[in-house]
């Protein structure tokens, strides 16, 4: 009842707009990833000038499995590159590695929105988690004092989806400027660097609209709920 009630409808867009998303990035890297770059470079091999250029010598390059599951730990100060990009020259895998490092290189600067993300992950994550616990439980018993505790936590997440909004794009804008002045990478490819990056940015414009609607949904299920009781 809970998961089919007619507030569901609101999660429409967010759901089109995070497949739509999906599907883009997947074109978008796929593309690419069959164009090799002039700059005769692999992923693991761009990542390491990157850093040694930022003067990031205590930052790890590691391989990982997976396709796409690129990232960077704050935490540990280690650039993860999957299969899709440690070993591969393409215009697609440099655009992916060059975000990450701009990652790197953010958290070196202290740009002030990673700073914070990376500070409130972890509350963010456990409040999550415990949010849904707390809704459905005070759903399921008619709790109207559960599920307003459930939003707030679940707001916290809404925070962090935002947060992570200019953390993702700054990211972005860092690494087409090292490509383009640093490493003189050719126009024709910065604009496939571009578009295998919007595509991705698309992903987390899905997740933070997602986030919003998910909690202006358990927003009007507590209205509800706190309206018949009333």
């Known amino acids: 009842m809970f998961f089919f009630d007619p507030t569901f409808i609101i999660l429409i867009p967010g759901l089109l707009l995070a497949f739509i998303a999906q599907a883009y990035v997947q074109e978008r890297f796929s593309r690419y990833s069959k164009i090799p770059s002039s700059l005769n470079m692999t992923g693991a091999q761009l990542a390491k000038y990157m850093l040694e250029s930022a003067g990031l ?9 997976g396709h796409l599951t690129d990232h960077y730990d704050p935490r540990t100060k280690v650039v993860r590159l999957s299969d899709a990009t440690y070993n591969s020259n393409s215009i697609a895998a440099l655009g992916v590695v060059a975000h990450e490092i701009g990652h790197a290189i953010q958290h070196a600067r202290h740009y002030v929105p990673l700073v914070i993300r990376t500070g409130i992950a972890p509350v963010v994550s456990f409040a999550s988690n415990l949010s849904w616990i707390l809704f459905i439980a005070g759903f ?4 109207i004092a559960l599920i307003k505790i459930g939003v707030l936590l679940f707001s916290l ?8 909004l200019p953390v993702e794009f ?3 804008n860092r690494a087409v400027k090292i490509l ?14 571009k578009k295998v990056l919007g595509a991705a940015a698309m992903t987390y414009v899905a997740g933070t609209l997602m986030a919003f609607l998910q ?3 358990m927003l009007l299920i507590a209205g509800f709920l706190g309206g018949n009781r009333d």
């Open 157 to 164: 997440a809404v925070i962090f989806s935002l947060i992570t």
């Open 140 to 143: 399921i018993f008619m709790n």
């Open 57 to 65: 010598y205590n930052v790890k390059i590691e391989k990982i499995p």
């Open 170 to 172: 700054d990211a972005s």
């Open 215 to 217: 909690l202006l949904r």
């Open 180 to 193: 383009r002045t640093n490493l003189m990478m050719p126009p024709s490819e910065l604009e496939g660097v």
